[in-house]
């Protein structure tokens, strides 16, 4: 395998995000890696994203062609936050090899950084050696742990998602990780597979009470529907629907903590959508909000008249458990 010459990551863009009760010039980093070790979520595509084929010290050498790509051709000087993510578990030694891990922590050295990692490979001893090379005291969390949890109910993440970790795993993995002076930043998925638009919006609303007191950041990802997936699948035989707008600015707006949210393929058919007239005003809203947490705006976005409206409300009254959509 030829491992010569600068490699693109497989992402990479600049932009603005929040951190806790702050907005920061960030670059965000998708690096392809090893290839998630789990491989099993009904709604993720990234996990075909892979090196394959290729041993440990190929896919070592292949990650560090990306990360001199980003040194040379981004300028992350002026970003204090980096956001970096793999296909599976950053912290999974089957997928990002040591010497790669370590490259990262030298190459961000005094950054604040978002890192993702399944809750089976946060070993501490090894995200320890991280931050030990990361961390220059800059910031009194020099790295928040970007876990996967999805929803608080393990029925949901085992019948729906197929996640394969626990509530209880997340809760002691997030206790642990404070205990070493870390953050926790909690993704949660809007309406998986299976679920009614209103079971998916209790869902949330209950996942969002039961992680807050584990988590500095709550993001809610509303789920889109990615090529080569189990729900890619359901959706073309008319069994799935991504959620509406309006549901996700009505958990916003419900959310006791504030929450991040930049939906995925928002106002198309594969994501989450109204009928494409209100579209556009409400997923910048929704954007805006993520950065400003700007109550008002919620406000102002919970008023905007539109005929798909009763629809929703339509929706979120009859619609039935184990039954087709009753919209596209």
């Given amino acids: 395998m030829d491992t010569t010459g600068e490699i ?3 992402a990479c863009w600049q932009g603005m995000d929040r951190v ?46 990306q990360l001199s790509y980003i040194e040379k051709n981004l300028d992350c000087q002026k970003t204090p936050l980096i956001k ?45 050696r991280f931050v030990e090379i990361l961390d220059d005291g800059t910031h009194a969390i020099p790295l928040f742990l970007a876990l996967g949890l999805e929803t608080s109910s393990d ?56 992680i807050a007191p584990f988590s500095e950041m709550i993001s809610m990802n509303p789920c889109s529907v990615q090529r080569n997936t189990h729900v890619e699948k359901l959706w073309k035989a008319g069994y799935y629907r991504p959620p509406y707008l309006w549901s996700i600015i009505e958990v916003l707006h419900a959310a006791k903590p504030h929450l991040l949210c930049d939906p995925l393929a928002g106002g198309r058919a594969r994501g989450p959508h109204n009928c494409g007239t209100c579209d556009p005003v409400l997923l910048d809203g929704i954007r805006d909000y993520a950065l400003t947490a700007d109550r008002e705006l919620l406000l ?29």
């Fill in 8 to 10: 693109r990551p497989l």
């Fill in 20 to 65: 806790i009760d702050e907005v920061l010039p960030s670059t965000t980093i998708i690096l392809t890696s090893g290839g998630c070790s789990w491989n099993r979520c009904l709604m993720c595509q990234y996990r075909h994203e892979r090196y394959t084929g290729a041993d440990k010290e190929n896919i070592s050498q292949l990650m560090l062609r």
């Fill in 84 to 128: 970096l993510y793999t296909s599976g578990s950053f912290f999974d030694p089957a997928e990002v090899p040591q010497d790669v891990c370590d490259a990262v922590a030298s190459q961000f050295h005094g950054k604040c950084m978002v890192i993702e990692s399944r809750i089976d490979y946060t070993d501490i001893d090894r995200i320890t």
């Fill in 155 to 210: 029925e949901i993440r085992e019948k729906c998602i197929d996640k394969g970790v626990t509530f209880d795993a997340y809760q002691k993995t997030a206790d642990l990780l404070h205990d070493h002076g870390l953050g926790v930043k909690s993704y949660l998925l809007h309406k998986p597979p299976y679920l009614t638009e209103k079971e998916a919006y209790d869902d949330m609303i209950q996942s969002i009470s039961d």
């Fill in 300 to 328: 102002s976005l919970r008023q905007v008249q539109c005929t798909c409206h009763e629809e929703w409300e339509y929706v979120m009254e009859h619609e039935k458990p184990y039954n087709m959509p009753l919209t596209s």
